[in-house]
T-cell receptor, first 115, second 115 residues
Framework: KNQVEQSPQSLIILEGKNCTLQ??????????LRWYKQDTGRGPVSLTI?????NTKSNGRYTATLDADTKQSSLHITASQLSDSASYIC??????????????FGPGTSLSVIP | KAGVTQTPRYLIKTRGQQVTLSCSPI?????VSWYQQTPGQGLQFLFE???????NKGNFPGRFSGRQFSNSRSEMNVSTLELGDSALYLC??????????????FGPGTRLTVL
């Protein structure tokens, strides 16, 4: 069964600290993996997109890694800011035989950055 | 450049009614995808339209339908509303079909409440 799990469910960190969010998936055949940031009451914003051949992708203070062998991804946030408080969602796409992607969303990690 | 717009932003309906939601993609974008977000199920993919044709479909009942017009604007319709249809409905646009390596831009969503 295609599934995406994220951990931790929620996280509280002090401003300026680093943190790492995890995403494990059982999606096959793998097409791509995306990380989104969703502020409360707003639509998600894309942070990174990675295909099978990419194992690291950065976007400012956000760095995503992908290990396609172990089917794990992580999102590392450096020098956190109050504005990083949001839900972070891991999304994995599976390419089926019709060449259409099945899009599977993780439940998200709620991050709170406190002063 | 204007972002993705969705109308209405908030909607209250009663069980059994039907509802139509509208999405205007970013100018030049030809792909529009729809998603449902609920506290219990998280984000789930509904369907994707590209060049007025449905290109991909999630696992939702036939009560959920959509269409795309020649100007790429899209509408989503839900008939015979149920209490469980209460959710945030998000629309996202991209330049090409999302199975390709394209970034998606989300709208603010339409909050539907079914009483």
């Amino acid at each position: 069964k295609n599934q995406v799990e994220q951990s931790p469910q929620s996280l509280i960190i002090l401003e300026g600290k680093n943190c790492t969010l995890q995403c494990n998936y059982t999606v096959s055949p793998f097409s791509n993996l995306r990380w989104y940031k969703q502020d409360t009451g707003r639509g998600p914003v894309s942070l990174t997109i990675m295909t099978f051949s990419e194992n690291t992708k950065s976007n400012g203070r956000y760095t995503a890694t992908l290990d396609a062998d172990t089917k794990q991804s992580s999102l590392h946030i450096t020098a956190s800011q109050l504005s990083d408080s949001a839900s972070y969602i891991c999304v994995v796409s599976a390419r089926d035989r019709t060449s259409y992607d099945k899009v599977i969303f993780g439940p998200g990690t709620s991050l709170s950055v406190i002063p | 450049k204007a972002g993705v717009t969705q109308t209405p932003r908030y909607l209250i309906k009663t069980r059994g009614q039907q509802v139509t939601l509208s999405c205007s993609p970013i100018s030049g974008h030809r792909s529009v995808s729809w998603y449902q977000q609920t506290p219990g199920q998280g984000l789930q993919f509904l369907f994707e339209y590209f060049s007025e044709t449905q290109r991909n479909k999630g696992n939702f009942p036939g009560r959920f339908s959509g269409r795309q017009f020649s100007n790429s604007r899209s509408e989503m319709n839900v008939s015979t509303l149920e209490l469980g249809d209460s959710a945030l409905y998000l629309c996202a646009s991209s330049l090409a079909r999302t199975p390709t390596y394209n970034e998606q831009f989300f709208g603010p969503g339409t909050r539907l409440t079914v009483l």
